[in-house]
């Protein structure tokens, strides 16, 4: 037999989960198309050096520190090597902003590999959306972890 006040109970617990989840979504602003390009006929074995070039433009003064501190953890962990004498790729960093109200929102990150002696591009990814930079927030980590998730090509 069927028992009306469980299923009724049982619809009301389904949707306001589902609400949940919707709600909790529309909160959520990570990054989402991450993108990348690179030169097709460029031979990225042999590459394992790196470091970092300057950066120019206004930008928070603490995000490019922590963007380099997170890209350094991700390309150690792909077998990559930070030092300063004669690395094999020199990296920078764009990053956009959207000013409010005094206020600094990172709208877009991007990551440009070069080759260290013909300062070619060989490489660029780009996260864009709404980036929380404060440091309670994994939105920085988690653009960087996914910018670089494709480098290098395979």
């Not at 709600?23 to 991450?34: F, N």
């Not at 953890?73 to 920078?92: A, N, Y």
């Not at 927030?137 to 480098?151: G, H, Y």
Request: charged residues 20%; contains cysteine; hydrophobic residues 35%.
């Amino acid at each position: 037999m069927h028992d009306l006040k469980t299923d009724a109970r049982s619809g009301f617990v389904l949707v306001t989960i589902f609400t949940a989840i919707i709600i909790l979504e529309g909160c959520y602003s990570g990054v989402s198309g991450v993108k990348y390009i690179y030169e097709p006929s460029t031979s990225f074995s042999g590459l394992n050096s790196y470091a970092w070039t300057t950066v120019s433009g206004q930008h928070e003064p603490l995000v490019v520190p922590n963007v380099q501190f997170f890209a350094d953890q991700v390309l150690e962990q792909k077998g990559f090597k930070k030092t300063s004498e004669k690395p094999d790729l020199l990296i920078s960093t764009e990053i956009e902003y959207e000013t409010s109200y005094n206020k600094y929102q990172l709208r877009m990150l991007t990551l440009n590999i070069y080759r260290r002696e013909s300062k070619e591009l060989i490489w660029r990814g780009t996260a864009p959306g709404n980036i929380n930079t404060d440091a309670a927030s994994n939105d920085l980590r988690n653009a960087v972890r996914d910018i670089l998730a494709k480098f290098p090509p395979k």
